[in-house]
């Protein structure tokens, strides 16, 4: 990841409610949420959601997927390992003992012929 693609990823993320749309469909995991679904868990009227999906969107952070008449929304793994990988990958001096714990987040390697349950697919998220 380049560093303008890690600060307009960490831009979106830098408002309460988008911060929120995120983390809730960080938790949904794969199937995502309509973006109804995310309107009323959240209590945002569909004007507001639609602005911060969009932001969350052109970051690459989320993407959509119309359904008939519904739009659903869900993370993309990939962007949220590459930012935070871009985040601590030189974490401690290249030594993550001292880190705590807390390891660099490099893409997951898919094992050939598996799909990911679904528990699987949110512990990746």
Do not use: W
Not at 7 to 17: D, I, P, Q, Y
Not at 21 to 36: H, I, N
Request: glycine share 10%; with cysteine; charged share 20%.
């Amino acid at each position: 990841m380049e560093m303008n693609s890690a600060v307009r990823s960490l831009a979106a993320l830098a408002h309460e409610h988008r911060l929120g749309v995120f983390r809730l469909l960080v938790q949904a995991g794969t199937p995502g949420l309509a973006a109804g679904e995310i309107a009323a868990a959240l209590e945002l009227p569909p004007s507001s959601l639609s602005f911060h999906l969009a932001a969350l969107e052109g970051a690459g952070l989320v993407t959509a997927t119309r359904a008939g008449r519904f739009i659903h929304y869900r993370v993309e793994p990939e962007a949220i390992r590459s930012l935070l990988g871009y985040l601590t990958e030189d974490c401690c001096e290249g030594r993550p003992e001292l880190c705590g714990g807390v390891q660099p987040c490099a893409p997951a390697a898919k094992p050939a012929g598996r799909r990911p349950t679904a528990k699987q697919g949110k512990a990746n998220a």
